[in-house]
C-alpha cells in the first residue's frame, strides 16, 4: 500500500497526474486518482489539476469541497467509511459498530489516526441493505458486519494487511434476487411465496441475450422502436414517472449540434440497491436500452453515471462494455449499421446524493459542483454542454431494452392502467429475506410484507426517506402511480424499532446532503436536523413541533428541487401518523433552551478550575 | 383579480400579460416574471436577483405562487395526480427564474407570501453573523432593506454563529464572510460584466462558502480590481472597500432615504456603493 | 386605573437602550402617569414583583444573566427583547468568533499591559458562557424591539400599543437594526 507523501515535488505530482489523465481527463476520475495516490488532494494539487486541464483553480477547488469522498487533509492509508443509513449502516443490528471500530483501532472518528495508518467515519448509504451493516473500505465494500468481523478487521489494519489479502468472502456482494411464485400477470392480492422455482419477473428473468434487442429495433425501425416504447407506457423508474417515450421523443426533435444519453446510476436513495444489482447482473441490457434510445434519439455518445459508492462495479462493466465492442454492439458501424455509431463513458461520483438529481447529474458530468439548474429549459433540450439530452433511470434503460426485445404488449401485459410493466423493489430491514423483487404495479405494500417475511411491522418507508412513511392502517395501499409512486426503496420498520431514531437518521441525511444552493433547503433542512436532536434529547416542547411543522411546509413548497422538496416528508408524515413518538419524548413546560445552559459553562469551568454551585446552572 | 376569477377557465386571455395580484401585466418573450414586474413598477422581494445578470434563482425571496388558465394535465405531472383543490394545485416558483407565459395568475404580495419571504429572510440572517451596528454595510445593506420591508424584527431561530474567514489581504478590498449571504451576485457580476472569474461557491449544505479563485486563495492574488463590478455589487458587508468607511453616516444612506420596493433604485444601490475618490 | 408595572435590565449590553429610554424626555412625564418601574437600574430595586412588562437589554454572556433574564420571564406578563444584543447577540456575540479560553487568556494573560497576569475565578464572579446567546435561545420573548438603539420613538410605539391594549406592531418608519 503505497505511503502518504508530504514531500512531493510539484514536479511528481504533474507527472501523476499526466498519467491519471490519459486514462480519463474527467475531472472527477483525475481527482480520484490524487485521492487514491496521496490520500488527500492538496492546494497544490488543486492548482496543478486546474492548471493541467485549462480550468479555473475556484472550480477545481469547489470540486473538492463538494464531494463527501475527496478530502483536502490526508486520510489514512486505510480509509474506513461505514455507512449510516437505517438499513446498512453501523447501528442497524442494534450495536454501535462505528464506535467499536474507533476504540479498537484507537482513532477518533473523523480524524485520521496520528501515524496516518487509519481514518474512520461515517457515510450516507452505499446501496447494502441487504447486507446489514456494511462499509468501504478504501472503495472496496465489506458487509454483513458484526462485532466479530470489526475485530478482525481491526486486527488486519493494524497489521497492514493488504486489502487484497482479507478473507475474499467478506468482499462478496450477492444479488439477493428472491423469486416469487404465483401467476405475475394478476396485478395483486393473490397469495404468493417465496419458491426457487419460476420466474422472479418481467425483467429479471435473464433470458435477454446481448443484442437481441438492437436486432429487434433494426427490424422494426427506430420510428416503430420509440412507437413501441411510447405504447408500452413505460415510465421512469426514479419515481417522478415522466413517459420515456415522450422524453425520448422531445430528445429527438431537439435541435442541437449533438445529442446524448445519459444513465441515472447513482442510486443515493437510502434503502434502495436494486441498480448495484441491475448493473451487476444486467449490464448488458442497461447498455442495451441506452444504444437503442441514442438510435431513437441520434446520439452517438452516452455516459453512465455510477456513484461513487458503488466504484468495485466499474471493472465489471468496462469489461461489458468492451465485450459489446467486440460483439459489435457499441462503436461504429453497430451491428453493421454505416450511421450507428455510439459508445458509453462511465463517469464514477464521488460521494453526493443530489447528483441523483438530473441536472445535477449533468453539471457533475461536466466536471462541476453537482447544483440543480433552473428548469425550464429541461435536459431534452438543454442538457450535457446544453445539447438534447435523455438521462433516464438504470432500470428504465432495462425496461426499454425489453420493450424494444419483447414489444409493448408484452410489457403492458402487466402492471396496471397508468402504471405499466413491473418495478423492481429493493426491500430491507426488518424482515426474513431482504434483497431484490419485482412486482407487477399495483402490488399491495401488505403483499410485499408477506412475501419477505415481515412481521409484526410498526412502520414501512416507501421511497425512501424522500417518499412516504406509511402506517399498517394503510398497508392496503398499493405501488404504482395512481397511489404510491417509488423509486424502488421498501424499508420495513419492526415493532422493536425507536421510530423517532429513524426520523433523526433521515433528518442529518438531508442536512448533510443539501447542496446549499437555496437558502430553505440549506438553512431548513439544517434547522429541521437541530429541532430533532432537540427532540430526541429530551428537550423539546409542543412549540418546537409546531416550529418543524412549519419549516418543514415550507421547505417542501419553497426549495429549488427535489431534494428540499422531500427533505421533510419524513418528520411532516411521522407527526401526522405517528404523533406519540414526538410527544412522549416532550419536555413539560412551554419552552425549553436551544443549548445545553450548563454545558456551555463547561469550558469556563476548567479555565477557572471551579467547581462551586455557582458554577453550574440547570 | 377575484378568487372567483382565477377558478374559472372561460375567462379569455389577454396576449402576452401575465397577472400580479388582480393587475394585468405585459410581457415580452423570453421576459422572466421578474423582469415584466420590474418593467410595469411591480416589486417582488429579491435579492440574488440583478437585472443584466444572468437570473440564478437562489435566495427564494422572489417565491410566486402560480397558476394558469391552461394549466397542464398531462398525466406527467404529479400534482394533478393528486386529488386536492385548485388551491393547492398552484404551484410555487421563482420568479426571476420562470418565464412569463400568457395567462399565468401569479399572486405575489400577499400576507401569506410576505410571511415566507420573512422567514426565508430569518434564514439568511442567523445562518451568518449579521451584526449590524458593527457593519459599515448598515443602512446601505439589501438584506436589511428586505427585511425592513417584511417586518422582520428578529431572526426568530436559533444563532448559528458560524466562524467565518476575513480576507484582509487585498489593498484595497476585503472580504468578510460572516455577512456573504451566498447570492452570487460577485461571481457572475466577475464573470459576466469584467470579464473575470474572481468568485466561485465552494463546499456544500450550511458548509457552502464563497472563494477566490487564486493560486493561494487569497484576494491579493486574484485579478480582482477597485472598479470592477464585482466589488460594488455585494448586497451585503461582505465585500467593503477598504478607507471608505462611514463616509456617509449612518441616517442618510440609501435605504434610510429609501424603500427597497421602489422601482429603478438598482442604479441608486450601484452609485452609493462607489465612492468618489476611487 | 392601576399603573402598568415595568421592569427593566441591561444584561450583556451597554445601558445604550436604557439611554435611548431615557431620551423620550419630557414625554417620559406623561408614560409615568400610567406605568411605574419596578426593578430597573433607573430605580436601584434590585429584584422583579409581579410585573406587566419586562424590558431586556442585551444577550446572555454570563451564568448571572441566565438567572436574571429568568426572573424576568417568571415574573412579567409580556417580555421584550430590545435592541440588536438582546435580539441577536449583537456586539457581544462577535466574541463567538473566539474559544472562550482564548478571549481569557488575551484579556487576562498575553493583553497589551497586563500586570499581574492571572484569569479570575472568584466565585463571586458569574461565569462566561462559551457563547454569547440572544435572549430567545433560552426564554420565551413575546416582541422584540430591533435597533442599536432602538429611538425613544420605538420605546413609545410599542409601549403606547401595549398600554392601550393593542397588539404592538412597529411602524416600518421605525424599523432600524443599527
Redesign the interface.
Known amino acids: 500500500m503505497s505511503q502518504p507523501s508530504r514531500t512531493i515535488t510539484i514536479e511528481q505530482l504533474n507527472t501523476f497526474i499526466a498519467d491519471a489523465g490519459l486514462h480519463s481527463s474527467h475531472l472527477l476520475h483525475i481527482l480520484h486518482a490524487i485521492q487514491q495516490r496521496f490520500l488527500h488532494i492538496s492546494?497544490e494539487a488543486v492548482?496543478e489539476v486546474a492548471s493541467h486541464l485549462g480550468l479555473?483553480?475556484?472550480?477545481v477547488?469547489?470540486v473538492?469541497?463538494?464531494y463527501s469522498f475527496f478530502y483536502n487533509t490526508p486520510r489514512g492509508r486505510y480509509n474506513i467509511l461505514l455507512s449510516n443509513c437505517t438499513s446498512c449502516g453501523y447501528k442497524s443490528g442494534g450495536e454501535n459498530l462505528l464506535r467499536m471500530l474507533c476504540h479498537r483501532l484507537r482513532a477518533v472518528a473523523g480524524k485520521t489516526r496520528g501515524d496516518g495508518l487509519v481514518s474512520i467515519d461515517e457515510t450516507s448509504c452505499i446501496g447494502m441493505c441487504d447486507h446489514g451493516a456494511s462499509l468501504l473500505v478504501n472503495g472496496m465494500p465489506i458487509t454483513r458486519l458484526d462485532a466479530d468481523k470489526i475485530a478482525r478487521i481491526a486486527d488486519l489494519v493494524e497489521t497492514e494487511t493488504p486489502l487484497a489479502d482479507w478473507p475474499a468472502d467478506w468482499l462478496r456482494v450477492d444479488d439477493n434476487i428472491r423469486v416469487i411464485t404465483g401467476d405475475l400477470t394478476a396485478a395483486s392480492g393473490k397469495p404468493s411465496r417465496m419458491a426457487s422455482s419460476s420466474t422472479s419477473g418481467l425483467l429479471l428473468n435473464n433470458d435477454f441475450v446481448a443484442g437481441g434487442g438492437l436486432h429487434a429495433m433494426l427490424a422494426r425501425g427506430i420510428e416503430g422502436t420509440l412507437a413501441e416504447i411510447t405504447q408500452s407506457a413505460l415510465?421512469g423508474r426514479g419515481g417522478?414517472?415522466?413517459?420515456t417515450g415522450?422524453k425520448w421523443k422531445f430528445c429527438r426533435e431537439a435541435q442541437g449540434d449533438a445529442h446524448y444519453v445519459v444513465c441515472n446510476a447513482d442510486e443515493g436513495e437510502p434503502g434502495t440497491f436494486k441498480d448495484r444489482v441491475l448493473l451487476h447482473s444486467h449490464a448488458d441490457a442497461v447498455f442495451e436500452g441506452m444504444t437503442v434510445c441514442a438510435a431513437v434519439i441520434g446520439a452517438k455518445q452516452g455516459f453512465l453515471y455510477l456513484r461513487g459508492e458503488y466504484r468495485y462495479l466499474l471493472p465489471h462493466l468496462q469489461t461489458v462494455l468492451a465485450r459489446r465492442r467486440e460483439q459489435g454492439l457499441l462503436g461504429n458501424s453497430i451491428l453493421g449499421q454505416q450511421a450507428f455509431n455510439f459508445d458509453i463513458e462511465i463517469v464514477v461520483g464521488a460521494g453526493?446524493y443530489?447528483c441523483g438529481e438530473e441536472s445535477a447529474l449533468i453539471e457533475s458530468l461536466e466536471g462541476r459542483?453537482g447544483v440543480p439548474r433552473?428548469r425550464?429549459p429541461f435536459p431534452v433540450t438543454h442538457g450535457y454542454l446544453d445539447q438534447p439530452t435523455v438521462v433516464n433511470n438504470v432500470e428504465t434503460f432495462v425496461a426499454a431494452a425489453h420493450i424494444a426485445l419483447c414489444g409493448s404488449a408484452w410489457f403492458k401485459s402487466v402492471g396496471t392502467e397508468?402504471s405499466t410493466g413491473s418495478k423492481i423493489l429493493s426491500v430491507s430491514g426488518d424482515c426474513a429475506a431482504p434483497g431484490i423483487y419485482e412486482y407487477p404495479f399495483g402490488v399491495s405494500i401488505q403483499q410485499v410484507l408477506n412475501d419477505c417475511g415481515a412481521k409484526s411491522v410498526q412502520a414501512v418507508q416507501i421511497g425512501g426517506p424522500s417518499g412516504a412513511l406509511i402506517n399498517p392502517a394503510k398497508f392496503n395501499r398499493k405501488l404504482g402511480?395512481?397511489d404510491l409512486?417509488t423509486g424502488g426503496s421498501f424499508m420495513v420498520f419492526g415493532q422493536g424499532r425507536d421510530l423517532l431514531t429513524i426520523i433523526v437518521n433521515f433528518a442529518h441525511f438531508f442536512?448533510?446532503?443539501?447542496?446549499?444552493?437555496?437558502?430553505?433547503c440549506?438553512?431548513?433542512?439544517?434547522?429541521l436536523k437541530?429541532s430533532l436532536d432537540k427532540i430526541a434529547g429530551g428537550h423539546g416542547t409542543q412549540?418546537d413541533l409546531d416550529e418543524m411543522k412549519?419549516?418543514g411546509e415550507?421547505i417542501k413548497?419553497?426549495?429549488?428541487c427535489g431534494l428540499g422538496q422531500t427533505a421533510a416528508n419524513p418528520i411532516l408524515d411521522s407527526l401526522q401518523r405517528f404523533p406519540q413518538i414526538f410527544e412522549q419524548r416532550l419536555a413539560h413546560g412551554?419552552?425549553e433552551?436551544?443549548?445545553n445552559?450548563d454545558g456551555?459553562?463547561?469550558?469556563?469551568?476548567?479555565?477557572?478550575?471551579?467547581d462551586?454551585a455557582?458554577?453550574h446552572?440547570e | 383579480m377575484s378568487a372567483e376569477a382565477n377558478m374559472t377557465t372561460t375567462n379569455t386571455v389577454t396576449p402576452n400579460t401575465i397577472n400580479i395580484d388582480g393587475q394585468d401585466i405585459p410581457f415580452k418573450n423570453g421576459q422572466t416574471i421578474m423582469d415584466a414586474a420590474l418593467a410595469a413598477g411591480v416589486y417582488i422581494p429579491h435579492l440574488c436577483h440583478k437585472p443584466g445578470l444572468t437570473?440564478?434563482?437562489?435566495?427564494?425571496?422572489c417565491?410566486v405562487d402560480i397558476g394558469s388558465r391552461s394549466m397542464s394535465t398531462s398525466?406527467?405531472d404529479?400534482r394533478t395526480?393528486t386529488k386536492f383543490s385548485v388551491d393547492i394545485d398552484r404551484r410555487?416558483v421563482?420568479a426571476c427564474?420562470t418565464?412569463a407565459v400568457a395567462g399565468q395568475q401569479i399572486s405575489n404580495d400577499t400576507p401569506a407570501l410576505n410571511e415566507?419571504r420573512k422567514?426565508?429572510t430569518q434564514?439568511?440572517f442567523?445562518?451568518g453573523n449579521h451584526l449590524c451596528p458593527a457593519c459599515e454595510k448598515t443602512g446601505n445593506c439589501t438584506l436589511q432593506a428586505v427585511a425592513y420591508h417584511l417586518g422582520m424584527l428578529d431572526g426568530h431561530?436559533?444563532q448559528?454563529f458560524p466562524r467565518r474567514e476575513v480576507d484582509a489581504s487585498h489593498p484595497t478590498v476585503m472580504l468578510d464572510l460572516d455577512r456573504c449571504i451566498?447570492c452570487e451576485l460577485c461571481v457572475r457580476a466577475s464573470r459576466e460584466v469584467d470579464g473575470k472569474?474572481v468568485?466561485?461557491?465552494?463546499?456544500?449544505?450550511?458548509?457552502?462558502h464563497l472563494?477566490?479563485?487564486?493560486?493561494s486563495?487569497k484576494l491579493v492574488d486574484s485579478d480582482l480590481e477597485t472598479g470592477d463590478m464585482a466589488v460594488h455589487i455585494c448586497p451585503v458587508g461582505a465585500i467593503l472597500i477598504k478607507e471608505h468607511g462611514y463616509e456617509v453616516p449612518i441616517g442618510r444612506r440609501t435605504f434610510d432615504l429609501h424603500q427597497v420596493g421602489e422601482i429603478g433604485l438598482e442604479p441608486v444601490i450601484l452609485a452609493k456603493a462607489r465612492h468618489t475618490n476611487e | 386605573m392601576s399603573k402598568i408595572r415595568i421592569a427593566t435590565t441591561s444584561l450583556a449590553g451597554c445601558f445604550g437602550c436604557h439611554m435611548s429610554f431615557l431620551d423620550m424626555d419630557e414625554r417620559l412625564v406623561a408614560l409615568l402617569e400610567h406605568v411605574e418601574l419596578n426593578r430597573s437600574p433607573l430605580t436601584d430595586i434590585k429584584h422583579c414583583d409581579p410585573c406587566d412588562i419586562g424590558l431586556v437589554e442585551g444577550g446572555l454572556c454570563n451564568?448571572d444573566n441566565?438567572h436574571v433574564l429568568r426572573e424576568f420571564r417568571a415574573n412579567c406578563k409580556i417580555l421584550i427583547a430590545v435592541g440588536a444584543c438582546a435580539i441577536n447577540g449583537g456586539v457581544p456575540a462577535m466574541r463567538n468568533h473566539f474559544?472562550?479560553?482564548e478571549c481569557?487568556e488575551e484579556a487576562f494573560l498575553n493583553g497589551v499591559g497586563v500586570d499581574n497576569p492571572q484569569?479570575?475565578?472568584d466565585?463571586e464572579l458569574?461565569?462566561?458562557?462559551?457563547?454569547v446567546?440572544p435572549l430567545h435561545?433560552?426564554?420565551?420573548i413575546d416582541y422584540y424591539l430591533p435597533g442599536c438603539p432602538p429611538s425613544a420613538d420605538e420605546f413609545l410605539s410599542v409601549l403606547g400599543d401595549l398600554l392601550e391594549g393593542r397588539e404592538p406592531a412597529l411602524p416600518k418608519n421605525l424599523l432600524h437594526y443599527d
Open positions: 492546494h492548482n479555473p483553480i475556484s472550480q477547488e469547489s473538492v469541497e463538494f415510465r417522478a414517472g415522466f413517459s415522450m453526493a443530489i459542483r433552473n425550464p397508468k402511480f395512481e409512486p442536512a448533510h446532503e443539501s447542496c446549499g444552493f437555496c437558502t430553505p440549506r438553512v431548513g433542512t439544517t434547522l437541530n412549540y412549519r419549516i415550507l413548497r419553497r426549495s429549488h412551554n419552552f433552551p436551544y443549548f445552559l456551555a459553562l463547561e469550558e469556563a469551568r476548567q479555565v477557572t478550575h471551579r462551586d455557582a458554577a446552572l | 437570473p440564478h434563482g437562489s435566495c427564494k425571496l417565491t398525466a406527467s404529479r395526480q410555487s421563482s427564474t418565464p415566507v422567514t426565508i434564514m439568511l442567523i445562518e431561530f436559533p448559528f451566498l472569474n468568485f466561485a461557491i465552494a463546499g456544500r449544505g450550511i458548509n457552502a472563494i477566490v479563485n487564486s493560486p486563495g | 451564568a441566565v474559544n472562550l479560553r481569557l484569569i479570575p475565578n466565585i458569574p461565569l462566561l458562557l462559551d457563547k446567546h435561545e433560552v426564554v420565551h
